[in-house]
Nanobody, 124 residues
Framework: QVQLVESGGGSVQAGESLRLSCAYSGDCYSRNCMKWFRQVQGKEHEGVARIWTGTNTRYDDSMRGRSTISQDYAEGTVYLQMNSLKPEDTAMYYC???????????????????WGQGTQVTVS
């Protein structure tokens, strides 16, 4: 069973930074597709960033240039560093996993099967 647990959210002022963490365990592996999503209350999920093979990354338009996704193999954790936060970044942030690997993870149309419960980020 795959488990994903997000942490690191909180309330910050505009212009500040946060680093979110996603601890993964169970039947998932570091080289698989992993992605951060966010959901503004009342709206659909939108992609933030994805990582695969531990080093390959790609960013969605939502926070392009203001976020960095990274992965620690030893700790089994994916991070999302967020800078220059804006009120419109207020959302629930989710970590998601798909049991694929390689450059197929770069395809925008793939669906992510496993999700954490999310961590709330509030920017004012």
């Amino acid at each position: 069973q795959v488990q994903l647990v997000e942490s690191g959210g909180g309330s910050v002022q505009a212009g500040e930074s946060l680093r979110l963490s996603c601890a993964y365990s169970g039947d998932c592996y570091s080289r698989n597709c992993m992605k951060w999503f966010r959901q503004v209350q009342g709206k659909e999920h939108e992609g933030v960033a994805r990582i695969w093979t531990g080093t390959n990354t790609r960013y969605d338009d939502s926070m392009r240039g203001r976020s960095t996704i990274s992965q620690d193999y030893a700790e089994g954790t994916v991070y999302l560093q967020m800078n220059s936060l804006k009120p419109e970044d207020t959302a629930m942030y989710y970590c998601a996993f798909q049991d694929l690997r390689g450059d197929v993870c770069n395809l925008a149309q793939i669906q992510y099967k496993y999700w954490g419960q999310g961590t709330q980020v509030t920017v004012s």
